[in-house]
T-cell receptor
Framework: DSGVTQTPKHLITATGQRVTLRCSPR?????VYWYQQSLDQGLQFLIQ???????AKGNILERFSAQQFPDLHSELNLSSLELGDSALYFC???????????????FGSGTQLSVL | AQTVTQSQPEMSVQEAETVTLSCTYD???????LFWYKQPPSRQMILVIR??????QNATENRFSVNFQKAAKSFSLKISDSQLGDTAMYFC???????????????FGTGTRLKVLA
């Protein structure tokens, strides 16, 4: 168990709809990263938050948005969903301290999104 | 920009044998970190091993070890005594810490699918 919690584990919805994916990082971790993994593909970096602030953006569509709350949990919002948005969405957290000695990503178990 | 290349999309190995997965990266940085993550059929991402670029000694974790060649920018993963449970997708990752901006940047390779045969 990585200590990162993602909910829900599975989500089935229709095209055009909006969904929210939730992530609770490991206790003490300040950074949250979101990744998208389409079937049999690699990890596509979407966005990173550190202590409530957006730190880096990857290939995130304008229809997608995210935020990190004061309690450090994060939500990824996907709107106007299309068939191609079907994928496994990972959240990962990291300590994000000044010294990188123990820095690493801890992944949640993912949310499998199916858009029908 | 940094890139990570895994040139072997798929590999297979007999149970109890040894297999090596390749990873090369491109960077102009001197200090960075390298990782191997495992994604079994359950699709959970699991950290296998971590290497600091400033350390010459290769990292080992039980049956898993790396061959880190900094000058060649190569970071291969060796799995000894392969087990059926090692069947998974393996991702190589590069991480750079930028002290001034306080950011960490991770770049993942496209993965190598490993199948361990009984």
């Amino acid at each position: 168990d990585s200590g990162v919690t993602q909910t829900p584990k599975h989500l089935i919805t229709a095209t055009g709809q909006r969904v929210t994916l939730r992530c609770s990082p490991r206790s003490g971790d300040l950074s949250v990263y979101w990744y998208q993994q389409s079937l049999d593909q690699g990890l596509q970096f979407l966005i990173q938050y550190y202590n409530g602030e957006e730190r880096a953006k990857g290939n995130i569509l304008e229809r997608f948005s995210a935020q990190q709350f004061p309690d450090l949990h994060s939500e990824l919002n996907l709107s106007s969903l299309e068939l191609g948005d079907s994928a496994l969405y990972f959240c990962a957290s990291s300590p994000h301290r000044e010294i990188a000695t123990n820095e690493k990503l801890f992944f949640g178990s993912g949310t499998q999104l199916s858009v029908l | 920009a940094q890139t990570v290349t895994q040139s072997q999309p798929e590999m297979s190995v007999q149970e109890a044998e040894t297999v090596t997965l390749s990873c090369t990266y491109d960077t102009s940085e001197n200090n960075y970190y390298l990782f191997w993550y495992k994604q079994p059929p359950s699709r959970q991402m699991i950290l296998v091993i971590r290497q600091e670029a400033y350390k010459q000694q290769n990292a080992t974790e039980n049956r898993f070890s790396v061959n880190f060649q900094k000058a060649a920018k190569s970071f291969s993963l060796k799995i000894s005594d392969s087990q059926l449970g090692d069947t998974a997708m393996y991702f190589c990752a590069f991480m750079k810490h930028r002290y001034l901006s306080g950011t960490y940047k991770y770049i993942f390779g496209t993965g190598t699918r490993l199948k361990v045969l009984a």
